[in-house]
């Protein structure tokens, strides 16, 4: 992908094909990034859907698959197992409710719209993520601080969240990068171009009559450098979670 997007036109559709390009083309950069299409505002639109998304997931799932996994309530086992079945559908599956759903939704609540369906598409897999970690926790470490006056949700937060920090790391990864890469609700959602997030607004730079595939590539690794940072700051946290236990 790199390699292509420092190609011309020409030489991406050489035949025989050259694997490097003859000069590298770095002003491909500067003409998709000042081109009409926007890449800035569909960057924009692509980060505060996923961390908008990523964030009401976290809000939700965590004290939910905290419950779930200290107390055994009626009918827990059906409650996990309906949580999973929500994993088999997909937006594509939904595509025409979504569409009577949100079609008055304009302008900036789109994007809330998106957030809204992001979250509640990757809800189930976050909350059963992290209510295995939170049950792996003991629970005496639980009882030890309502002993000590601590309530539930200080409990929670205080003494179980530090634990099972690796799991709400593989939380956030996983929603943050299904909201980055989700397509189809915002295909049918987001109309107007300054409003789409990359997913949807890629396309529109390969051109009409002209296929200009090294301008697709470079938006397509514009597009993924925000994801490799996500994993490398994640990652120290990922580290910091697995060494943090009940002895400190």
Not at 110 to 129: K, M, T, Y
Not at 192 to 216: C, E, H, K, N
């Amino acid at each position: 992908m790199l390699i292509t997007s420092l190609k011309t036109r020409l030489e991406v559709t050489d035949i025989p094909p050259a694997y490097f390009p003859a000069s590298p083309q770095f002003s491909n950069y500067l003409t998709v990034w000042s081109s009409e299409v926007n890449p800035a505002a569909s960057l924009l639109a692509t980060t505060v859907i996923s961390l908008g998304a990523t964030l009401l997931v976290l809000v939700v799932a965590t004290p939910a698959a905290y419950y779930v996994a200290r107390f055994r309530f009626p009918g827990r086992l059906v409650f996990l197992l309906l949580v999973l079945c929500t994993q088999m559908l997909q937006p594509t599956v939904l595509a025409v409710g979504l569409f009577q759903e949100f079609r008055g939704w304009s302008g900036y609540a789109v994007w809330r719209a998106l957030i809204l369906i992001n979250a509640a598409f990757n809800l189930s897999f976050a909350i059963w993520i992290m209510q295995a970690f939170f049950a792996g926790v003991p629970k005496e470490i639980d009882e030890a601080a309502l002993i000590d006056g601590l309530g539930r949700l200080q409990t929670m937060f205080r003494i179980s969240l530090p634990l099972v920090w690796p799991g709400i790391v593989t939380a956030i990864v996983f929603v943050f990068v299904n909201s980055w890469n989700e397509y189809a609700a915002a295909l049918i959602l987001v109309n107007a171009p300054d409003l789409q997030p990359l997913t949807v607004s890629m396309p529109r730079f390969l051109g009409l009559y002209i296929q200009d595939w090294q301008y697709l590539f470079t938006v397509a690794l514009i597009a993924i450098v925000p994801v490799i940072i996500l994993f490398a700051l994640i990652e120290k946290r990922l580290i910091g979670g697995l060494t943090a236990g009940a002895v400190k």
